[in-house]
């Protein structure tokens, strides 16, 4: 897979807007939508849960559904919506299905995610105290 082009954005002086001097490619832009596919698997807590759940080792449908306190087939779904996004396999056990995590890299993106989160968090906080500092008589 060809890395993707870094994106050169000029302004436009005289109109004011910015112009992007690349294209992406048919075969790029494949790429960006299947990642977002499996960011949009992924797009839900009870989805990302069960990921977290499954870095522990194998669970089965009914694990799932007495921890979440949803139905079967919702359970079931959610985890559809992962196996297709090649994020977890699922094997038969007589009348079981065990689901496994097929990529545990996926854990170190979501360490990824909570450093952006705690950033986020702090770059508010020191937003909140400067503003604060700044103009007391607003804040009451």
């Known amino acids: 897979m060809p890395a993707p082009q870094r994106l050169a954005i000029l ?3 005289k109109t004011n807007e910015t112009k992007c001097r690349c294209r992406l490619s048919e075969a790029q832009k494949r790429v960006y939508r299947a990642r977002a596919e499996v960011l949009k698997a992924l797009a839900h807590p009870a989805r990302l849960w069960m ?38 396999d699922s094997r ?3 009348k079981q299905v065990i689901y496994s ?31 604060l500092r700044k103009n007391p008589a607003d804040s009451v």
Not at 53 to 75: I, K, M, P, W
Not at 105 to 125: G, N, P, T, W
Request: charged share 30%; hydrophobic share 35%.
């Open 101 to 131: 995590l097929k990529t545990p890299c996926l854990l170190k993106f979501m360490q990824c995610v909570e450093a952006v989160l705690e950033s986020d968090a702090r770059d508010r906080a020191r937003c909140v105290t400067g503003c």
């Open 11 to 13: 302004p436009n002086m």
């Open 92 to 94: 038969k056990e007589g």
């Open 51 to 88: 990921t977290e759940q499954l870095e522990e080792g194998e669970r089965c449908v009914y694990e799932f559904v007495e921890a979440l306190g949803v139905d079967f087939s919702t359970v079931s779904k959610h985890l559809t919506v992962l196996r297709r996004a090649g994020i977890v």
